[in-house]
């Protein structure tokens, strides 16, 4: 089955760095990744849709300058926290999806914390 | 619009059945089921396409009522490995879904 692999699992940095998050397509080409943002005891946020070749496409409320992404092949997403502030700690998860007929799959996400 | 799942807390008993419904206020033209553990990503249980669509896995299907724009998760006698919270998705194709607020199950031996 379609796996993504999504790495660091978890990172804790200072606050006003930043953090670059990656996902990628094992066993299939995603056109398309979708980048969630899970607070505790919450739902998954749909932050911003990333696709391959070009301009990223963000939720309403959620900061392109802040939230970099960058889908520069087939296999590979990235996210990017930059200058991280305490209230961006956060579970991060990556989703692509292969076919329209069939469910998403979930990297393992990336637990943010940041001091 | 986030769909609306119901209940939003589930504790049953090793055996036992439990439904956790979704509900939307918008078309719905598939649903999404997932179910994730603690500190873990999503795992896809099932999807629904069609209205009138019924499917399932082992002790666990799913309904679709296209009309009532619902949807319903049934859990067959339920096992310890079913703890977790589950999560509703809707919309999908290039917009990426959007879930429910989740309905935490918790099965006790």
């Known amino acids: 089955g379609a796996v993504v692999s999504q790495h660091p699992s978890w990172v804790i940095c200072k606050s006003g760095t930043s953090v670059k998050i990656e996902c990628r397509s094992l066993?299939?080409?995603?056109?398309?990744m979708f980048w969630y943002r899970q607070f505790p005891k919450q739902s998954l946020m749909l932050m911003a849709t990333?696709?391959?070749?070009?301009?990223?496409?963000?939720e309403q409320g959620v900061e392109k300058d802040k939230f970099l992404i960058n889908h520069a092949s087939l296999t590979l997403s990235t996210l990017t926290v930059t200058s991280a502030h305490p209230e961006d700690s956060s579970f991060y998860i990556c989703s692509a999806r292969v076919g329209q007929f069939n469910g998403y799959t979930f990297g393992s996400g990336t637990r943010l914390t940041v001091v | 619009q986030q769909p609306v799942q119901s209940p939003q807390a589930v504790i049953l008993r090793e055996g036992e059945d439990a439904v956790i419904n979704c509900s939307s206020s918008k078309a719905l033209y598939s649903v999404h089921w997932y179910r994730q553990k603690h500190g873990e990503a999503p795992v896809f249980l099932m999807i629904?396409?069609?209205?009138?669509e019924q499917k399932g896995h082992d002790k666990i299907s799913a309904s679709f009522n296209e009309k009532k724009q619902q949807s319903s998760l049934y859990l067959t006698a339920s096992q310890l490995s079913y703890s977790g919270t589950y999560f509703c998705?809707?919309?999908?194709?290039?917009?990426?879904?959007?879930f429910g607020k989740g309905t935490h199950l918790i099965i006790q031996p």
């Open positions: 998705g809707t919309g999908g194709g290039a917009d990426g879904l959007t």
């Open positions: 990333s696709n391959e070749g070009s301009k990223a496409t963000y």
């Open positions: 629904l396409l069609k209205g009138g």
């Open positions: 066993d299939f080409q995603a056109t398309t």
